[in-house]
């Protein structure tokens, strides 16, 4: 089945530095990638759409110079976490969409940032 | 528009016995609807989808769930619990008329089984 590999599973960082976070589809091509963000016992808030080779859509008060998001490649996202603030610690997941299944999406095994 | 609701913040059940996660949902045209589950500090896993064709949708590890477009639920069930299916549990929809790939995802239902 399709499997999406995120990297790394938990990072801690001191404050004003910079994170980056892999989410790479495995055996299919993910023409759309999705990153969210989970705060602990809620829901996961979507935070942009990537499309490889375009830049990524941003929901509305997500910033998009400091979540810099990359899809340079059908099987590779990538988010960094620029100038890091504990507020930004969170659990961070991002999700493929197999471009030859309509309605498939995987998910990464997610990111714990910890931001100190 | 697409939007799904999980009335329920947490389930209770005891081991063995039958359980029952609820979802509604609202699409203006037709839906595809999923099914995933979350263990602590991990992603999503899923475990079924309806997308057309019979209304009762079989899945992993025991789980079904059952379309019903009058009723507008996905309700996702199992015979028998088991102390292992403790997780929070997510159920989404994706507008198929929409036009668009993104699915929204309901808040999540803790499910607790107890030994």
């Known amino acids: 089945g399709a499997v999406v590999s995120q990297h790394p599973s938990w990072v801690i960082c001191k404050s004003g530095t910079s994170v980056k976070i892999e989410c790479r589809s495995l055996?299919?091509?993910?023409?759309?990638m999705f990153w969210y963000r989970q705060f602990p016992k809620q829901s996961l808030m979507l935070m942009a759409t990537?499309?490889?080779?375009?830049?990524?859509?941003?929901e509305q008060g997500v910033e998009k110079d400091k979540f810099l998001i990359n899809h340079a490649s059908l099987t590779l996202s990538t988010l960094t976490v620029t100038s890091a603030h504990p507020e930004d610690s969170s659990f961070y997941i991002c999700?493929?969409?197999?471009?030859?299944?309509?309605?498939?999406?995987?998910f990464g095994s997610g990111t714990r940032l910890t931001v100190v | 528009a697409q939007s799904v609701a999980q009335p329920e913040d947490q389930v209770n059940v005891a081991e063995g016995n039958p359980l029952t996660v609820k979802c509604t949902y609202s699409?203006?045209?037709?839906?595809?609807l999923f099914w995933y589950v979350q263990y602590p500090n991990r992603g999503l896993q899923f475990l079924l989808k309806?997308?057309?064709?019979?209304?009762l949708v079989k899945g992993s590890y025991g789980f079904e769930a059952e379309f019903n477009k009058s009723q507008t639920s996905f309700h996702l069930k199992k015979p028998s619990a088991l102390v292992s299916d403790s997780a929070l549990y997510f159920c989404?929809?994706?507008?198929?008329?929409?036009?668009?790939?993104?699915?929204?995802f309901g808040r999540g239902t803790s499910l607790i089984v107890h030994p």
């Open positions: 309806y997308i057309t064709g019979d209304n």
């Open positions: 999700s493929a969409r197999d471009q030859k299944e309509d309605y498939g999406y995987t």
């Open positions: 990537s499309n490889e080779g375009s830049k990524a859509t941003y």
């Open positions: 055996d299919f091509q993910a023409t759309t």
């Open positions: 989404a929809v994706r507008d198929i008329s929409g036009g668009s790939y993104i699915p929204t």
């Open positions: 699409v203006s045209g037709n839906p595809y």
